[in-house]
């Protein structure tokens, strides 16, 4: 069985991946935070960044997951190959969190087939799942919706949008990084690390990442 009339309209343009990028770490904010109101009954903010409902890591996986499996026609194959991109990259993530902040956000040890805490085999298939649904299902009408907008109208809304993530994104992880320096008693070494101390104390930044986990330090 092969995905018919599979759209592949007018390439992947850097405006397209930008608009699956924002779609997918704004939809996987809301699937995080329904989730845990769902299992936990109260609401947790799960976003990835200081400002915005967004979790990049979302935006990350679903161009990657586009891609991957656009080109794709056989959904069992699609599935699979997103499985282990999902899986992969959710275990790649939760380790370089851990590396550079000595937190995490995740962990799966008391999960069934987890793999070293990190992802979990019934997740990856879940990924593979999702990512199959997101591209040959959900992107050809985001794709549509993009195309109808006015040239000038799709610039502008790129040039905003990478503008906003990308300071976004930049103030969020220095100020984790920097958090990490303070946990270790470190005084900050440049203007910047002071502006970071002013503004995203740890009372801030954990309110904005209430699920991170650190390890205690050894005595």
């Not at 092969?2 to 390439?11: L, S, V």
């Not at 769902?38 to 947790?44: C, F, K, L, P, T």
């Not at 195309?147 to 809304?157: D, G, H, I, M, V």
């Not at 503004?199 to 801030?204: A, F, G, H, M």
Request: aromatic share 14%.
């Amino acid at each position: 069985m092969k995905i018919e009339n599979a759209d592949m309209r007018g390439g992947l343009s850097f405006g397209k991946l930008l608009a699956a990028f924002t779609v997918g770490a704004l939809v996987g904010t809301w699937y995080e935070e329904v989730l845990h109101f769902v299992v936990e009954g109260y609401y947790e903010n799960r976003s990835g960044v200081v400002h915005g409902p967004f979790n990049p890591l979302y935006g990350i996986g679903y161009v990657l997951m586009l891609l991957a499996l656009r080109p794709i026609r056989r959904p069992y194959a699609a599935v699979l190959i997103g499985a282990v991109l999902g899986g992969g990259f959710e275990y790649l993530a939760n380790a370089a969190q851990e590396q550079l902040t000595g937190g995490v956000s995740w962990d799966y040890h008391d999960r069934l087939l987890n793999i070293n805490g990190r992802t979990t085999l019934p997740y990856a298939l879940f990924w593979g799942l999702l990512g199959f649904f997101m591209v040959h299902v959900a992107f050809p009408h985001l794709e549509r919706a993009y195309e109808a907008l006015p040239k000038r109208a799709s610039s502008w809304t790129a040039f905003g949008l990478s503008a906003f993530f990308l300071v976004n994104m930049t103030l969020s992880y220095t100020a984790l990084l920097r958090q990490s320096e303070r946990r270790e008693g470190l005084e900050p070494r440049t203007p910047y690390g002071e502006f970071l101390d002013r503004n995203y104390p740890c009372e801030r930044l954990e309110a904005a990442f209430p699920d991170i986990v650190y390890e205690e330090a050894e005595e």
